[in-house]
């Protein structure tokens, strides 16, 4: 995944304007980076690898009132700065950058090849340069070349052009793509995201699929249906996203903070509108089955919440993951109900099974913390977290949000909506005293001290506990780079008890009293094999190895074990000198398949 930035306006420091807008984006990709400006009828253009976040300024850069960026996470290519982005027709009379994979690239770029044309990077991104330049030949506009162009495209694209006399262009077919305006002052932000332009634009227009935009010299803003060229009338919703500053707040990370923000996201949920969760209660119990899906983190949450549709709601709720979802496509009936929780609203994965589950007639349902989403345009019932901006790429305050949620609209189906909130304000309580008690975070300090020197951490929990036991794994991998391993308390006789050996660390929850029994069987197997058994827990015991003391928060405690979890994770990042907001490999949001 990329992110894409554009700028159009009166400003003469556009190149600085997207520079600090790319900054917000870099949670989308953070390998290497370009930026192109206009000026004087050429295009400027420096690129680089590495973080964009550690830029602080370009030497050389012209002034100009045109510019456009691009942050990579590279997938056709490898991370160099030949294959960074943007890409220059031969020419040099246009730049392009792509959020995205050409499925069809090889196929393309084998046929241009043939017709004589020359690549200087790895990239699909130069392919889809080079067609607009076979276009140009034919058709005498930008905007005919784009279209034709990106029709030949197979796959999910976003692309942005910017050309030597001052127009930009984008097309989006697949990953997002928002125009932000501001009226008073008349500039015009192109970005993958609301986020990265919420403190300058008044006024916003979501690109859907299918769309194109051009921004020309007066900059006026033009819309054409990417399928006819036809220019049609858009309309400008009013920017409800307020991110003025987004910045630590005194924590050493974000990462920190929004695990510090989990109070306040719990309260957002409290605050949600009951009539809207009503209704959807209520669709949700004429629903033949509710399937809950979602990729990563999100996928995990889905886990969660269809666990506490079934438990609360007695729902047919089961929960799978985006890119698997497959089997399920001929079985989908029109009184189906999709629920999926998303950070972004724009993973590729689950967006492709919403696609095909429309098509059947299945109703949507979402919960998603970006404003302006293309999950939340495909939703009959689309909810927000209303979070607030989650910048570490490990979603933290977002899941905690999400299962919340799950929890709540669960309890709303059961008829038993006050006593949700309720437990959801006493857990908002609790999770603030633990957050403030500085002892637990010395005590989880040391746990990850003493982790750093293991290999392998294993995790264990049942009912309620288990996805939370999952996440903490998927926690500790983002953080720490080692291998961690979630495992049902009760399956773990059927195989991983053989990986247990003297030292093992095996973290385990077990505040819940309806199978306690059960976890405690489980640590007696891994203990007598030589395991050293951290247990989460509300009680002391002398079967635990070292005890993490939590306060009981009865229906909700599930929700409230993610906290030492992810804390664990953070002090393991801090000891390991691991980039805790920005782990290798992994981007936030994944808008290709
Ligand atoms: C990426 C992120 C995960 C996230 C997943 C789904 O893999 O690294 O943290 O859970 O995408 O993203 P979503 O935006 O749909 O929640």
Same mark, same amino acid.
């Given at each position: 995944?990329?992110?894409?930035?554009?700028?159009k306006?009166?400003n003469?420091?556009?190149?600085?304007?997207?520079?600090?807008?790319?900054?917000?984006?870099?949670?989308?990709?953070?390998?290497?980076?370009?930026?192109?400006?206009?000026?004087?009828?050429?295009?400027?253009?420096?690129?680089?690898i590495?973080?964009?976040s550690?830029?602080? /300024?370009?030497?050389?850069?012209?002034?100009?009132?045109?510019a456009?960026?691009?942050?990579?996470?590279?997938t056709?290519?490898?991370?160099?700065?030949?294959?960074?982005?943007?890409?220059?027709?031969?020419?040099?009379?246009?730049v392009?950058?792509?959020?995205?994979?050409?499925?069809?690239?090889?196929?393309?770029?084998?046929g241009?090849l043939?017709?004589?044309?020359?690549?200087?990077?790895?990239?699909?991104?130069?392919?889809?340069?080079?067609? #607009?330049?076979?276009?140009?030949? %034919? *058709?005498?506009?930008? $905007?005919?070349?784009?279209?034709?162009?990106?029709?030949?495209?197979?796959?999910? *694209?976003?692309?942005?052009?910017?050309?030597?006399?001052?127009?930009?262009?984008?097309?989006? *077919?697949?990953?997002?793509?928002?125009?932000g305006?501001?009226?008073?002052?008349? =500039?015009?932000?192109?970005?993958?995201?609301?986020?990265?332009?919420?403190?300058?634009?008044?006024?916003?227009?979501?690109?859907?699929n299918?769309?194109? $935009?051009?921004?020309d010299?007066?900059?006026?803003?033009?819309?054409?249906?990417?399928?006819?060229?036809?220019?049609?009338?858009?309309?400008?919703?009013?920017?409800?996203?307020?991110?003025?500053?987004i910045?630590?707040?005194g924590?050493?990370?974000?990462?920190?903070?929004?695990?510090?923000?989990t109070?306040?996201?719990?309260?957002?949920? $409290?605050?949600?509108?009951?009539?809207?969760?009503?209704?959807?209660?209520?669709?949700?119990?004429?629903?033949?089955?509710?399937?809950?899906?979602?990729?990563?983190?999100a996928?995990?949450?889905?886990?969660?919440?269809?666990?506490? %549709?079934?438990?609360?709601?007695?729902?047919?709720?089961?929960?799978?993951?985006?890119a698997?979802?497959?089997?399920?496509?001929?079985?989908?009936?029109?009184?189906?109900? #999709?629920?999926?929780?998303?950070?972004?609203?724009?993973?590729?994965?689950?967006?492709?099974?919403?696609?095909?589950?429309? =098509?059947?007639g299945?109703?949507?349902g979402?919960?998603?913390?970006?404003?302006?989403?293309?999950?939340?345009?495909?939703?009959?019932?689309?909810?927000?977290?209303?979070a607030?901006? =989650?910048?570490?790429v490990?979603?933290t305050? $977002?899941?905690?949000?999400?299962i919340?949620?799950?929890?709540?609209?669960?309890?709303?189906v059961?008829?038993?909506?006050?006593?949700?909130?309720?437990?959801?304000?006493? %857990?908002?309580?609790?999770? @603030?005293r633990?957050?403030?008690?500085?002892?637990?975070?010395?005590?989880?300090?040391?746990?990850?001290?003493?982790?750093?020197k293991?290999?392998?951490?294993?995790?264990?929990?049942?009912?309620?506990?288990?996805?939370?036991?999952? =996440?903490?794994?998927?926690?500790?991998?983002?953080?720490?780079?080692? /291998?961690?391993?979630?495992?049902?308390?009760?399956?773990?006789?059927?195989?991983?008890i053989?990986?247990?050996?003297?030292? #093992?660390?095996v973290?385990?929850?077990?505040?819940?009293?309806?199978?306690?029994?059960d976890?405690?069987?489980?640590?007696?197997?891994?203990?007598?094999?030589?395991a050293?058994?951290?247990a989460i827990?509300?009680? @002391?015991?002398?079967y635990?190895?070292?005890?993490?003391?939590?306060?009981?928060?009865?229906?909700?405690d599930?929700?409230?074990?993610?906290?030492?979890?992810q804390?664990?994770a953070?002090?393991?990042?801090?000891?390991?000198?691991?980039?805790?907001?920005?782990?290798?490999?992994?981007?936030?949001?994944?808008?290709?398949?």
């Open positions: 995944m990329c992110g894409i930035f554009g700028y306006g009166p003469a420091k556009a190149g600085q304007i997207v520079l600090e807008g790319l900054k917000r984006l870099d949670y989308r990709g953070y390998d290497s980076w370009g930026v192109a400006v206009q000026c004087l009828d050429n295009i400027w253009l420096r690129k680089d590495g973080k964009i550690d830029v602080d /300024h370009i030497a050389d850069m012209p002034d100009a009132h045109t456009i960026a691009h942050t990579r996470w590279a056709t290519g490898g991370v160099t700065r030949a294959n960074a982005h943007p890409h220059a027709s031969t020419d040099g009379s246009f392009l950058a792509q959020n995205g994979i050409v499925e069809n690239f090889s196929e393309l770029k084998q241009l043939t017709k004589g044309y020359t690549f200087v990077s790895e990239t699909d991104t130069e392919v889809i340069v080079r067609l #607009i330049e076979e276009e140009l030949k %034919l *058709n005498t506009d930008f $905007v005919s070349a784009i279209r034709h162009a990106f029709s030949k495209l197979t796959g999910r *694209n976003t692309i942005i052009v910017l050309t030597k006399s001052g127009e930009i262009y984008a097309a989006r *077919n697949g990953s997002p793509l928002v125009v305006v501001n009226t008073q002052t008349n =500039e015009v932000y192109l970005s993958s995201d609301t986020l990265s332009f919420a403190p300058y634009a008044d006024q916003m227009i979501v690109v859907d299918g769309q194109m $935009v051009k921004v010299n007066t900059n006026t803003i033009t819309m054409f249906t990417l399928a006819t060229g036809e220019v049609f009338e858009y309309t400008l919703e009013a920017m409800t996203v307020k991110a003025d500053k910045d630590k707040e924590y050493d990370h974000f990462m920190m903070k929004e695990i510090h923000e109070p306040y996201v719990l309260r957002q949920i $409290v605050a949600q509108d009951a009539q809207s969760l009503q209704a959807f209660a209520h669709a949700l119990q004429r629903a033949h089955r509710v399937y809950v899906i979602g990729s990563g983190t996928g995990i949450a889905s886990y969660q919440i269809a666990f506490y %549709l079934r438990l609360y709601g007695k729902l047919d709720a089961v929960s799978l993951i985006g698997d979802v497959q089997s399920y496509y001929e079985i989908f009936q029109p009184d189906d109900i #999709i629920l999926a929780p998303s950070q972004s609203g724009e993973t590729a994965d689950v967006i492709e099974v919403l696609e095909h589950a429309k =098509e059947k299945v109703q949507i979402s919960i998603i913390n970006m404003p302006g989403s293309i999950m939340t345009r495909m939703s009959d019932y689309p909810f927000m977290c209303n607030g901006p =989650e910048i570490c490990m979603s305050k $977002v899941f905690t949000s999400q919340a949620w799950g929890y709540l609209l669960a309890k709303t059961q008829g038993k909506y006050e006593e949700g909130i309720q437990n959801l304000q006493t %857990l908002s309580v609790i999770v @603030q633990y957050l403030d008690n500085q002892n637990n975070h010395k005590a989880l300090k040391a746990l990850a001290n003493y982790l750093s293991k290999e392998h951490i294993f995790l264990l929990g049942k009912y309620q506990n288990f996805a939370i036991m999952q =996440e903490g794994m998927v926690k500790i991998i983002e953080a720490s780079y080692k /291998h961690a391993h979630a495992i049902p308390a009760g399956d773990l006789k059927h195989y991983a053989t990986l247990m050996e003297q030292g #093992i660390p973290i385990v929850a077990v505040s819940d009293d309806v199978v306690k029994n976890v405690i069987t489980a640590i007696n197997e891994v203990r007598l094999r030589g050293y058994v951290i827990a509300h009680k @002391q015991e002398d635990y190895d070292y005890y993490i003391p939590t306060e009981d928060a009865g229906e909700t599930a929700i409230g074990t993610i906290i030492p979890l804390l664990t953070y002090y393991l990042a801090l000891k390991l000198g691991n980039n805790i907001d920005k782990p290798r490999n992994i981007a936030k949001s994944v808008t290709v398949k």
